[in-house]
């Protein structure tokens, strides 16, 4: 879908649509009993809600392709995540609030251990509390770099950004972190010529955290990822027409939503407290955006109980989300994390779309298997899901004469 082609059919209206996003919500079966973490769950308003709606299994970007949270979410908001793609690091330093100007450039760091050969045994440095990454980012503010301004900035547990502020920088230097333990973290290289010089700076920054870092434990040293310039894009109220919030307690989702223009909703990552929040602002918005991480980190944990338990808990809050009567209720992940692989995946994601005017089918459970029956069907792409809502909140005038 093309936002230039979508803009002319936009219409106003006072209808309200929920886009309830899931982390990670896609897994794989385990052997016990063959079901995913989202076929294993206790999810009665779940598979109640499915009853009611269309549903599908959506592709975040294209066959075969793990998707990062950033372009899964885009894809979910109406953006082709191939088209409009984002650095982690600009998404971090919007979700804390950070003022990036033209000139910064920022990358997503995580906190990590490694060994006496300098290979990674834990790629998130055991989770640290934040109170620990505040400690470590005052040592890692020591850093001088001539030439440019740095600034390090705790985001929240092992997570911290880093941003570099200076002429002519630029984004086009690959991840430093080998996604896997048991090998070194790697040399930031230019991925285009013009970045040459950047990577220098990094590489410089780099050296030094780990000469500083050194006597720690467990994070002992640092990776860096989403290398990134904070871009220009049409809003949410500029491509779509609606006026958007954002309930969301971890800052990567908090910055993307600001990045497209949403307002972004005081609330901590309690599904409770965020539906406490949008009860609260139901008056105020027409799109509301509500995310749940832990089912992500408990899939990349490889923990299949704690996901069951943490859809189980997302299942209790549907009556209070369908009490609100609202026009249009879409439930979904921006990707899958199945727990068997403790990491993203390429596999399509459970979807439902429901309202009063869509063509029900014959989906009577919530899962990955179901929704293989859907009428949404078996990859469509995540991006027609908010064209989908609009035609159904009516916000959508006809095509052509």
């Known amino acids: ?51 009611d709606s269309i549903c599908g299994l959506q592709q975040p970007v294209l066959p075969g392709i793990t998707p990062g949270s950033g372009p899964g979410h885009l894809s979910l908001f109406g953006y082709d995540p191939i088209r409009y793609q984002i650095g982690r690091g600009v998404l971090e330093g919007l979700g804390i609030n950070f003022d990036l100007t033209e000139n910064d450039l920022a990358a997503r760091g995580n906190f990590c251990t490694i060994d006496a050969q300098g290979k990674i045994t834990d790629r998130r440095a055991g989770r640290i509390s934040t109170e620990t990454n505040q400690e470590l980012c005052a040592i890692l503010r020591e850093i001088k770099i001539p030439g440019v301004e740095v600034f390090v900035e705790t985001v929240k547990q092992h997570r911290f950004l880093l941003v570099m502020r200076g002429a002519n920088l630029s984004s086009h230097i690959a991840d430093t972190d080998p996604q896997e333990i048991g090998k070194a973290p790697l040399s930031p290289e230019a991925t285009h010529q013009d970045a040459a010089e950047s990577v220098l700076l990094v590489s410089q920054f780099l050296d030094e955290a780990h000469r500083r870092l050194q006597d720690q434990h467990p994070a002992n040293m640092v990776t860096l990822r989403g290398f990134s310039k904070k871009p220009n894009w049409p809003s949410m109220k500029e491509a779509f027409g609606l006026h958007c919030a954002a309930i969301a307690g971890y800052p990567m989702y908090r910055g993307v939503s600001t990045l497209l223009g949403m307002d972004v909703l005081e609330t901590t990552a309690d599904i409770h407290q965020e539906i406490d929040t949008l009860e609260q602002h139901w008056d105020d918005y027409d799109f509301f955006y509500v995310h749940v991480k832990q089912t992500d980190s408990s899939g990349e944990d ?59 089918d014959a989906v009577e459970q919530f899962g990955e298997r179901a929704c293989l029956q859907g009428a949404l069907g078996t990859r469509f792409p995540a991006m027609d899901l908010l064209p989908l809502a609009l035609a159904n909140a009516k916000r959508l005038e006809k095509f052509g004469a």
């Open 302 to 360: 490889g923990d299949f109980e704690r996901k069951v338990k943490v859809i189980e808990d997302v299942d209790t809050v549907i009556p209070r989300i369908r009490a609100l009567n609202p026009d249009v209720i879409i439930v979904s992940g921006d990707h899958s994390t199945p727990a068997h692989l403790k990491y993203h995946s390429w596999h399509p994601v459970p979807t439902m779309l429901y309202s009063q005017y869509c063509r029900k």
């Open 1 to 51: 879908m093309d936002l230039e082609f979508l803009q002319p059919l936009i219409k106003q209206n006072t209808t309200k649509i929920i886009l309830l996003v899931m982390d990670g919500l896609g897994g794989l079966p385990r052997e016990t009993d063959n079901k995913t973490e989202l076929e294993a769950a206790s999810s009665p308003h779940l598979d109640a809600l499915a009853k």
